[in-house]
């Protein structure tokens, strides 16, 4: 049988289910991808951390460079992480003619133009499935099912940690850091939390969907990021009452000259399938003119999940160099030449409901005030709602809008905000209604 031979740089937590599944799973893989898909190297610069693995002697490296220059090495794969080396080893691997797998969202999200131009002008290929989802086959699934599809809009829960931590403080009345210790303990979160708590790692997830789904040019910096970290138990509380269940999304519409794009904790039905996807599962909707309406669902975070999506890029690229068929699937869906840069919608434009929380003071006038200055704005209200009477110090006053224009909602609570009857900043969640989504 034929041998096609690995280098993986990096052995982390995922680097370390890759290796995993490529040593116990070898027969499997081989039955089913007619070669032996060989480890050859693993570079990391810690090689005498116990992995639980049983390397062969010479397997563990410390010289990434030299694995990403053996000629007998035919798919590289890079899961160290970051923007720094990992660009470097990448660029070098596509120059040595090398297929490519990666799970780094984040540097796909920054400079991914760059690293597709590469291996498109060298004819590899370059893999990244892990890098959304988990599991979850997302970027196969547009790639190569939805060719046919105008993708309309996708709504997706994409960070394993955020989710972990919202189910947490819902279902078990877990505070923040406590769940966010937790998902750190688990291998969910990055090595920094915070690219996960400020929405961040979901907005690289989003930046890699909608070049692929739309035909554009990566671009991060034009999307809408608002993280988990300001979301307090009293709004849980609130949504929950309201037949609404907190989550963080990310939200994408085609727009056709332009595409909305944002990445915020909103408020969603609990009839949304969404709603009822817990814990480190992710999930998203994609609406298309033909499918109409379709799901994917699996576990987005953690060592054994993302592994997996990892070995399965492998084994597409490994078919690819037995078939001898490089660049049978665009890397980025479209033909290079038809990806076009589509300006993202700013925040201001886009449409949406709103749940408003005021901490305001409890007499007559209060809510007239309130309330005229979001009339004066055009924004209409859906309902009121106030919990408790208080003579001193302030209550809270909930306000459910219809759809509202997100410039008015900024407008009218900056002036809100003014007001001697309001203390605090008023808080601001999103409700996204029953829309395209199942
Ligand atoms: N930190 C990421 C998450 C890992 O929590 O989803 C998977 O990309």
């Known amino acids: 049988m034929k041998q096609i031979n690995i280098g993986l740089l990096g052995c982390g937590t995922v680097g370390t289910g890759v290796a995993k599944i490529l040593i116990e799973n070898k027969e499997l893989i081989a039955a089913r991808v007619g070669a032996l898909l060989s480890l050859k190297h693993v570079a990391d610069i810690d090689i005498k951390r116990d992995r639980k693995i049983k390397f062969d002697e010479g397997v563990l490296v410390t010289d990434a460079r030299k694995v990403v220059d053996d000629p007998q090495i035919d798919i590289i794969v890079e899961m160290i992480g970051g923007v720094g080396i990992a660009k470097e080893l990448i660029l070098r691997a596509i120059d040595n003619g090398k297929q490519v797998v990666t799970a780094n969202k984040a540097l796909l999200a920054a400079q991914g133009n760059i690293l597709f ?38 709504t997706g829960i994409l960070n394993g940690t955020c989710n972990y931590i919202l189910s947490k403080s819902t279902y078990d009345g877990i505070d923040f850091e406590a ?25 690289h997830k989003l930046t890699i969907l909608i070049s692929i789904a739309y035909g554009m040019e990566i671009n991060f910096n034009d999307i809408y990021i608002e993280g988990i970290s300001k979301i307090t138990p009293m709004d849980i509380d609130f949504a929950n009452q309201f037949g609404y269940r907190i989550k963080l999304l990310a939200i994408s519409k085609n727009r056709g000259k332009e595409v909305e794009a944002r990445v915020h904790p909103a408020m969603i039905p609990f009839g949304n399938q969404l709603s009822n996807v817990n814990g480190s599962l992710n999930a ?25 999506a990892v070995v399965g890029d492998i084994s597409d690229l490994a078919r690819n160099v037995l078939s001898g068929s490089r660049g049978r699937i665009p890397l980025l869906s479209y033909q290079m030449e038809n990806i076009r840069k589509i300006p993202i919608m700013p925040v201001d434009d886009i449409f949406t409901n709103y749940y408003f929380r005021f901490s305001a003071a409890d007499r007559p006038g209060v809510l007239s005030k309130i309330s005229g200055i979001l009339g004066d704005r055009g924004i209409s209200i859906k309902s009121v709602h106030q ?27 900056a002036e809100i905000e003014t007001l001697d009857i309001v203390s605090d900043r008023p808080v601001l969640i999103r409700i996204e209604e029953t829309n395209s989504h199942i």
Do not use: W
């Open 387 to 413: 919990k408790g009477r208080k003579s001193i110090g302030s209550v809270p006053i909930v306000i459910l809008t219809h759809l509202a224009k997100e410039q008015d909602v900024r407008m009218a609570l």
């Open 284 to 308: 998203i909707t994609i609406s298309g003119d033909a499918v109409g309406n379709m799901m994917l669902y699996g576990l987005g975070a953690g060592m054994m999940p993302t592994a997996s």
């Open 179 to 203: 769940a966010l210790s937790e998902a750190q303990a688990k291998g969910f979160a990055e090595a920094d939390p915070s690219l996960d708590v400020e929405g961040i790692d979901t907005a």
């Open 117 to 154: 131009k590469a291996a498109c002008a060298k004819g590899v290929d370059l893999a990244f499935e892990a890098s959304v989802g988990g599991c979850m086959p997302v970027i196969k699934s547009i790639r190569e099912s939805l060719v046919g599809e105008r993708i309309k809009s996708m």
